[in-house]
């Protein structure tokens, strides 16, 4: 079993940054492929990042490349996503998501993963 426990959620303007970290307990993530989902409001979740167990491959939606940088440490068992030009679009409950390393690196299947964070909030106003 992994747990995952999300931080670093806030308001910030348009423009700002934040800085969201997630961290496993339980088992190792070495072998666990890893990532952040969001939902805002009256949306289904997103999938907005995933990076392989190594921290070799990593994956962006097209609305956050360039602005969101994922990045992980296996031996702290954390993964954080590093969020600048924040968009008031980004607003959202954002997730940590784990499952166990398979054929593809990421999923945008929210099913497909295993162990979920309770989720953290990002505001982003005007």
């Known amino acids: 079993q992994v747990q995952l426990v999300e931080s670093g959620g806030g308001s910030v303007q348009s423009g700002g940054s934040l800085r969201l970290s997630c961290v496993a307990s339980?088992?190792?993530?070495?072998?666990?492929?890893m990532g952040w989902f969001r939902q805002a409001p009256g949306k289904e979740r997103e999938f907005v990042s995933g990076i392989d167990w190594a921290g070799g491959r990593k994956y962006y939606t097209d609305s956050v490349k360039g602005r969101f940088t994922i990045s992980r440490d296996n031996a702290k068992k954390t993964i954080d996503l590093k969020m600048n030009s924040l968009k008031p679009e980004d607003t959202a409950v954002y997730y940590c998501?784990?499952?166990?390393?398979?054929?593809?690196?990421?999923?945008?299947?929210?099913?497909?993963?295993?162990?979920w964070g309770q989720g953290t909030q990002v505001t982003v106003s005007l």
């Open positions: 998501v784990a499952r166990s390393s398979g054929s593809t690196y990421y999923s945008e299947v929210p099913s497909e993963y295993n162990y």
């Open positions: 339980g088992r190792t993530i070495y072998f666990y492929d």
